[in-house]
C-alpha cells in the first residue's frame, strides 16, 4: 500500500494533489478517475445514519433510518458493551448504504447544561466520556466503517461556534476537555477526528499547530487523518500546515486555489501536501479495503435494539412509596402531547429519518390491557403558551385515574445544534400541567423528555420521576416497559442536576462576552464544583434508582503501596438484595485528602455494570494505573503523581460511597525544583536539599532585616517572617554581606545538587 501511495503521489499534479485536499460536496472526498482513485463517502451519525440521499430544491432529503438514542442516553447507560453493539449496527448500516466513515462519536464535555448540543455529547466527566466513546468507535470500526472522534476541542457551546475563542488554562485543557479525546485516540484509534469550530487561546482548532501535530500526533502517537467541521476552515493553508489534512465540505476550488498559490510561491512546501495527499490516500484505500459486501440489514431488529437500549439508559430519579413498577391500575390517566409525539431525539446534523417510532401512548395502551386508559393533551408543544382548557381537561382525566402518568420535556425548539438554552426550565405550560394535575391527584409520575438538565419545582408534588432524556425511536415501548416493571431502570446520570443554573460552576462565564469565553472554573466542571463548593445538586452525578436493592462489600487492593509505574487491581462485591433481577452501576472514585496541588475531592476513575439476579453476588475487579492518580503538571508539561496515600472509594453513585480503602502511592518521578532570584525563602526551606543552606544563612538574613533579636530567642519564627522574602531581596537589605554574586553562587549550587 505504501508504495502504491508513492507512486501515485510522484505521478500526481500540484494541482490534483490540492485538489484531493478538499471534498466533493458535502459528503465525499474527491475522486482522481486518471489514477484510479476513488472517492468514499461519509456522512452523520452518531446514534444512527443520516444519508443524504439527495439534495433537492426544498433542501436534502436523508434516508429512513433507525434512530438510536443518543449519546446523552448511551451515557447514561454506563455500559460499554451495548455502547459498542450500537457501534456495531451503525457500522454494519454504514457498509449497506456505502458509508465509508460515520461522523461521530462527539465526546465533548458537558460543562454547562445549557449547550444545546449536550444531549449529543456524553458526561461532565472526562473518564466516563472517553470509555463511552472508545465503545462506539470500536463497535464501529470492528465493521470495517470509520469513525470521527468529533469535535476536537473544546466545542463545549453552540453560542457563536464559529468564532468563539475558548481560554482555558493547560491543566483544565489537558485533565478535562483533551483528557476525554486522548484516551479514545490512544486506545480505540479513530480513523479521524473532526476538528472544532471554536478558538482556543486564541487559535482556531483548524490551524492549531499545538493541538493537531504536537499533541494529536507528536505526544498521542496519532497516524490517522483530521478533517474539519463542516465549514472550520478559516486559513486553508495554515491549516494543512497545522494538520488539518481534509477541508469539509467542497470550498468549489478557493481551498485548493489556496494551497496551489502558496506551494507555488514557495510558502508552503510540498512536501507539507504530499504528507496530507498521503494521509487522504491512506484513508481511502484503507476504507475500500474494509468495503464488505453486507446483507440488508433489518431495521425492525434494529428497532428493537434500539428500543433496548433506551431501556438501559433511563435513569429513575424519584420513586416514593414504589409507585413504580405501576401495579395493577383500573383507570390510568397518560397526559402530555409528548405521549403521542415524543420527542426522541436532538436537532440538527444528528437529526435522523426516523423509519417508525413508538408512542408511549400507544406502548402503554399494550401493556395495560385490563386498565381503562384515558389520555388528555395537557399542552401544545408548538407553544410555551398555558391553555387552561388542555389543562381543565387534564386535571378531570388525573381526577378521574387511580394513577397519571404526565409526559413533559424539553419541545426541540428549546435545544439544539445551533443554539444553547438560556435557562434551566421547563416551558411554562408543562411546569403550570404538573402543578395543577397535582393538586387533584397524588398518584402522579413524571416522564421526562429533555437532552440535558432542568430544574424541577414540582419535585415534591410528584411521586415517580423517569429520565427518558431523548430515547430514540424506541422510547415509546422502553418507557412503558420500566413504569409496568417488565423491565428494572439499571440508567445512572452522567451529568449533574443542579437545583439551579446560578449553582453550575459555568455560569458567570456562559456563553462568554462577545467572541470571548473563559473557561474560569477551571478543572471544576460538574461534580468536581459542586463536591468541592459543597453544593448540594438535586440529583448528583452518576445517580439512579432501581426496582431492587445493591450491597457492596468486601473491598480490597492487591497491594497497599504502589509505585505510580505499577497497576493496582481493586476488587469488591456487589449483592442484589432485593426481589427483582437488576444491573447495577458501580463507580470507582480517587481521592487525595492530603494534598499539596488545587484539586477536585474525588474523580471517577472506573466503572462497572453487573447484572444480578434476586439473590445473586457477583466479584468486580477494576483496575487502576498511573492515569487514575495522577494530574497533569504544566511546569513538567506531564502527568504527575503526588506520593502520598490515596482514598479509593467505591460508590452507587458520586454521592453515595459504600466502601472506601486507602493505598499509597509513589511517584518515581522526581521533579527537580530550579531555583531562581525570585525563589522565595519559604520555598527553599521546604526542600530538604536547599534548607540547611538557608538556615546557615539565617543570622545574616535576620540581621538584615533588623530581626536579629527575634532570631536569637527564635530563628524559626524570624524565618517564618520572611519566608515570602525573594533571595533577591537579601541583597538590599544584608549591607553588603549578600550580593548578586554569592545569589549566584548559592543559585549554582542549589541548582546543581
Ligand atoms: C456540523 C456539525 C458536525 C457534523 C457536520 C456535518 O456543523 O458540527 O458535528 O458532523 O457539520 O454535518
Redesign the pocket.
Known sequence: MEKRINDLIANMTLEEKASLCSGVGAWHTKAIERLDIPAIMMS?GPHGLRKVIEDDENGNQTLESVCFPPAVNLASSWDRDLVKQVGQILGETCQAEGISII??P?ANIKRSPLCGRNFEYFSEDPYLSSEMANAHITGVQSQGVGT?L??FAANNQEHMRMSINAHIDERTLREIYLNSFERSVKEAKPWTL?CA?NKINDIFCSEHQELLTGILRDEWGYEGLVVS???AVNERVDALQAGLELEMPSSDGIGEKKIIEAVKAGILKESTLDHAVRMILNLVFKALENKRTFHAYDKNQDHSKAQKVAEESMVLLRNKDHILPIKESKKIAVIGEFAKKPRYQGG???HIKSFKVDTPLDEIKKLATDADVEYAQGYDINTDEIDNTYIEEAKEKAQQSELTIVFAGLPERYES?GYDRTHLKLPPNHNRLIEEVAKVQENIIVVLSNGSPVEIPWINSVKGILEAYLGGQGMGRAVANLIFGKSNPCGKLAETFAVRLNHNPSYLNFPGEGDQVHYAEGIFVGYRYYEKKEINPLFPFGFGLSYTSFDYSQLRADKTEITDEETLQVSFKVKNTGKMQGKEIVQLYVAKPETKIIRPLKELKGFAKVELEPGQEKAVTIELNKRSFAYYNTAIKDWHVESGDYHILIGASSADIRLQTTVSVTSTVKIKPFYHRNTTIGELMEDPKAKPVIEQMAQQITKGMGLSDISKENPAIALNMVRYLPLRGLINFSKGAFTEAILEEILDKLNRN
Do not use: Q, R, V
Request: glycine share 18%; charged share 25%.
Open positions: 452523520d461522523l461521530g462527539a470521527s468529533k469535535h473532526m469550530y467541521d463542516w465549514g440538527g446534523s444528528s445544534e
